[in-house]
């Protein structure tokens, strides 16, 4: 008998780490309890986007959804909701703004200006059921291009959709395709680049947790286009719940007939290896990749013959992104035409004219909506962040958002209406990359985010070249000595040299974006830097070094909390009379600052 | 089960599809709400809930939802379910069991007749 009722539970790791397998006892306890087990289904699924608000359930057909569960909620959500038919307003999702709850899930602004290509299962099938993909049209573009169409039809097909490498790099994918095919060589392969390593992202890993068979059957599509009997995922250890929804794919695809030997009885055999990777953000970057792969040291080489041509193992090899792998059958199930149509420019002419489709987002940092967004190209980055991500949390100013990762730069306000696109991101400094997006506010200090950035990239850098290597390390002396109040006159020089040598001298993408935090927040907030150097003042109140704690006396209550707070104890005064801070003991932990409940200590 | 061959993942597609269809909220001919408030509960709708279930997967319906609700407010009448096809008001039936809801899914949900001896009335409260 079919279920009336589907409970869609989300189990992706943000919702993991919030408990969602306990709920998912709780629920089949309670479901059990009143007999309803034969009319209501639990089906875990993978990431569902809203991870601000996990737990989240979402009861279909009706589409009601039920946010930030505890266990202690099951027993009267099943007997209310499940048993009696009452929705339950109290777990339903309420935007900050308003007082009502909004009970239906697609009226939710989060997902309501949302349009999804590469998520297209989200939160409707389970991950670990090959049925389950199978039933919205899995396997359907992998059986279509076997049984109707040449190696070089899929090709053209792709390259006239426009499709670019969702990792960053924006490269049209077709071209790579057509590129490989060419090529000579003993074998061909086909690489998955799950090796996502930009801090606050986690599109790639959402897609595999939710969907990892959309992203085998783009493999398997990419292996017949290319001439390719095995292929291999790279992905980092970080990710055990990716690679074991990976691992399980793959057996479920291979017991079917859909990877292996004659696939489908058409002839073509195609196998799929996971290997993992220890996590090195390098090996991201395609030859470091393959090197890491062959079990050598992951180091990126000089790339005068593309990997294309001499890749694994130096021969012919297809590295595509975890997204652009998903996007793939959606393009031969519904064609080039109807995939150009969305996003910007015209890709008719030339692959590299535009930006089409969809791209998916990991919105983090300063941001009510924290969580993954899969937008069309072509909106505008304050859509994202005010209409899908909500705005900024307490009423707090927007500064910037970074875009493209560690690697990728900060963008003001004023170019917050620039449009989601490869080449306006790049041309306003910043990148695409894979899609990492970090939103700061007013109380973030824009040279301290610099500096974590290139810290970040120093220890990631592989060392191979000197550009990269000795460049990122003097970056970082000067961006910390700045943070110190020890910034001297000519340092904002000596970062921009610095940092051009890295674009043109470096060996790899990493080395040759590293210095775009830099670049780009010299670009839009040169003023904080020189005042950093030249007032010796953080305006944001971040830099420790700059700032001082003191007490308004005329505010200060006497209420003795700092006082106790305090970890130097170092603030005195008798009950109910203005107290002090010894500025000489003071280590500016802001403890004082963030307990005080009469605004009475001043940073500045 | 062994290697698909193309039909049979077709085949296998469209088995699956059935398990999959409730969990869209996609377009349908209508709904059945069978009230399953504490009253309607002890009336006996939780027998009038599955056979109704029954009777569906039995002929093999495929675009109407069943779903549940509260106490309709007319305890006295209990079990009760309201047919809401699309495009027409709904109708509300009342005093039901087992047989009685499988009558109105033929001749109601599948016939278009409204089974007039059952039904209470046709059309909603206001609300607001």
Sequence with gaps: MPYRLNLMICTGTACVSNRAFDIIEALEKEIKKHNLDAEVAIVPTGCNGFCAQGPIVVVQPDGIFYQRLTTKDIPYLVEEHFLKGRPVQKFMYRPPERKEPIPVMSEIPFFKDQMLIALRNRGLINPENIDDYIARDGYKAL???LTSMTPEQVIQEITASGLRGRGGGGFPTGIKWKYCRQAPGKEHYVICNADEGDPGAFMDRSIIEGDPHSVLEGM??????????????????????????????IQQARDYGLLGKDILGCGFDFDVEVRRGAGAFVCGESTALMASLEGKVGEPRAKYIHTVEAGLWMQPTVLNNVETLANVPVIILKGAKWFSSIGTGDVSENPWGGSTGTKVFSLAGKVNNTGLVEVPMGISLRDIVFKIGGGIPKGKKFKAVQTGGPSGGFIPESLLD????????????????????VVIDEDDCIVDMARYFIDFLKGESCGKCTPCREGL?????????????????????????????????????????????????????????????????????????????????????????????CPQQCISGEAKKPHRIDQSRCIKCGVCYDVCKFDAVIRK | MGKLTIQELEKLREKAREQLKLRTTGETRGKIIVHMGTCGISAGARDVLSAL??????????????????????????????????????????????????????????????????????GSERVG
């Design chain 1, 143 to 145: 059986a279509k291009v």
């Design chain 1, 220 to 249: 398997a599509i990419a292996a017949y286009a290319v001439g390719a009997k095995q292929g291999y995922i790279y992905v980092r250890m970080e990710y055990p719940l990716a690679v074991k929804r990976f691992k399980l794919a």
């Design chain 1, 418 to 437: 620039l449009p989601v696109d490869f080449d306006a991101l790049t041309e306003a400094g910043s990148m695409m990359g894979s899609g990492g997006m």
């Design chain 1, 473 to 565: 390390r003097a970056m970082s002396e000067i961006l910390n000595r700045i943070c110190e109040g020890k910034g001297q006159e000519d340092d904002i020089d000596k970062l921009e040299e610095l940092g051009r040598t890295m674009v043109d001298c470096s060996l790899c993408a990493l080395g040759g974006s590293a210095p775009n935090p830099v670049l780009s927040t010299l670009r839009y907030f040169r003023e904080e830097y020189e005042e950093h150097i030249k007032q010796r003042k953080c305006r944001a109140g971040v830099c420790r070094a700059l700032i001082t704690f003191t007490i308004d006396p005329e505010k200060c209550t006497g209420c003795r909390v700092c006082a106790m707070q």
């Design chain 2, 53 to 122: 279930l029954e009777a569906i997967e039995k002929k093999g319906i495929k675009d109407i939802i069943v779903t549940t609700s509260g106490c309709a407010g007319m305890c006295s009448r209990e079990p009760m379910a309201t047919v809401e096809l699309a495009g027409q008001p709904p109708v509300k039936y009342v005093d039901l069991d087992k047989d009685k809801i499988v009558r109105i899914l033929e001749e109601h949900v599948i016939g278009g007749k409204i089974v007039k001896e059952y039904a209470l009335g046709i």
